[in-house]
């Protein structure tokens, strides 16, 4: 194993992004940074009254947060839950009906960890927009559109499974 198997916070690169007016996040990838193989983890900072991601869930993975700093949100499935420093919030893998989105309701940033497991391919669905999406081969340092095979669609858009196959002859 050549990578530290520590790395601090301050020294991540966070890359930003922004979405319309309701997603805003700087985000920092660690897993891979220091070895981990199974694990993901990623340090979120979100800005006052911003989410990172839209509200979903992971068929396959789980999610476990850590929130270092702020105040916020928690909402799985009907329920939301306020939350805040020390908070270690649950996420385990299931259908669109627990889907889940931390959201930050305070005056200063959310900061927290997500850790995850890399159980791969991963159905993630987002049921506020009726999408799912399908992904594998998901590389360590990159998230769900990073992955070597992605497919982001509705059910509506699904084709026959013999669609475009060479089936010769009707008979």
């Known amino acids: ?3 530290k198997p520590i ?3 301050d020294a991540l690169q966070l890359r930003e ?3 319309g007016s309701r997603f805003e996040a700087k985000l920092g990838r660690i897993g891979s940074l220091i070895g981990m193989e199974q694990l993901g983890a ?6 006052p009254g911003k989410a990172a991601f839209p509200r979903h869930a ?3 993975n789980e999610e476990l947060f850590v929130v270092l700093g702020g105040t916020g949100e928690y909402r799985r499935g009907d329920e939301t839950w306020p939350v805040r420093a020390g908070d270690v919030i649950a996420a ?3 259908d669109g009906g627990a889907a889940h989105q931390l959201r930050n309701t ?9 850790i995850s497991t890399r159980h ?3 159905v993630v669905e987002y049921p506020d927009s009726q999408k799912f999406a399908v992904a594998s081969r998901v590389p360590a340092d990159k998230g769900l559109l990073g992955a070597r095979v992605a497919y982001i669609g509705r059910l509506e858009t699904t084709l026959d499974y013999w669609d475009g196959e060479d089936i010769g002859e009707e008979e």
Request: aromatic content about 10%; overall charge negative; charged content about 20%.
């Open 1 to 3: 194993m050549s990578e």
């Open 92 to 94: 385990p893998g299931s």
């Open 58 to 60: 992971h068929h396959k």
């Open 7 to 9: 790395i601090n916070l």
């Open 120 to 122: 791969d391919p991963d």
């Open 106 to 114: 305070g005056s200063a940033e959310l900061t927290y960890l997500a």
């Open 17 to 19: 992004f922004k979405k």
């Open 42 to 47: 990623q340090y979120h900072v979100v800005a």
